[in-house]
């Protein structure tokens, strides 16, 4: 079932990046940072992976606890993550949580402008 899950979230990721063309913004009223960012195809493939890089944990989670709550599996089985580089203890339920939320804001404020004015704005 895990194979299924990270299809899952690379089918959420590649729905958000198709999505976010139609955000309630246009290319004029897109941040002054992503005025840097031309339409070519290293800016866009380089903005799409960091993208799905930062959506990885918080939609691979949110898929696996539907699944759960769906009863397709016994247990809910997030992904886990370790507190530093050389640590064998997982970073507690309170600290997944402020990653979300760094990361969906990250998202929001500064990766889906740069993605959308690369992709979509050349």
């Not at 309630?24 to 070519?40: D, G, H, I, N, V």
């Not at 397709?72 to 309170?94: A, I």
Request: net charge positive.
């Amino acid at each position: 079932m895990k194979a299924g899950k990270h299809l899952a979230m690379l089918t959420v990721c590649a729905a958000v990046l198709w999505t976010s063309r139609f955000g309630p913004y246009a290319c004029s009223t897109l941040p002054a940072f992503t005025s840097e960012t031309t339409s070519s195809w290293i800016a866009i493939t380089v903005n799409g992976l960091f993208l799905i890089l930062l959506l990885y944990l918080p939609v691979y989670d949110l898929i696996s606890l539907l699944t759960y709550k769906l009863g397709w599996e016994t247990k809910f089985d997030p992904l886990v993550v370790y507190e530093g580089e050389h640590s064998t203890q997982p970073v507690s339920p309170k600290i997944r949580r402020v990653l979300y939320v760094v990361d969906l804001a990250i998202v929001g404020i500064f990766m889906l402008p740069l993605w959308t004015k690369a992709a979509y704005c050349g």
